[in-house]
Nanobody
Framework: QVQLVESGGGLVQAGGSLRLSCAFS????????MGWFRQAPGKEREIVAD????????YYKDSVKGRFTISRDNAKNTVYLQMNSLKPEDTAVYYC?????????????WGQGTQVTVSS
């Protein structure tokens, strides 16, 4: 069974940076594409970024392009989300998720989430 554990959330001022980490265990990490999602209070969960199995292809939500970077280290079974130039509207619970298929769908496994709060 796949387990995902996020870390790195916290409180930061607008313009600041955070790096989220997601540790993967239970199966072969390199067999899964990985995504970062977020959910703000009263809003639906949305995809923020995604990276394919090899790390050679990434996707970003338009509002985070140029500010966020997703990466993975297959030797460490970890996916990261570097978040720079943070804005108050980035405040949300951030989740990582794993998908065995190609394409931005079929995320079968989810972490418990980590809170990111950006103060103005």
């Amino acid at each position: 069974q796949v387990q995902l554990v996020e870390s790195g959330g916290g409180l930061v001022q607008a313009g600041g940076s955070l790096r989220l980490s997601c540790a993967f265990s239970g199966r072969s990490f390199s067999s899964y594409g990985m995504g970062w999602f977020r959910q703000a209070p009263g809003k639906e969960r949305e995809i923020v970024a995604d990276i394919n199995k090899s790390g050679g292809s990434t996707y970003y939500k338009d509002s985070v392009k140029g500010r966020f970077t997703i990466s993975r280290d297959n030797a460490k079974n970890t996916v990261y989300l570097q978040m720079n130039s943070l804005k108050p509207e980035d405040t949300a619970v951030y989740y990582c998720a794993a998908r065995p298929n190609a394409g931005l769908y079929g995320y079968d496994y989810w972490g418990q989430g980590t809170q990111v709060t950006v103060s103005s």
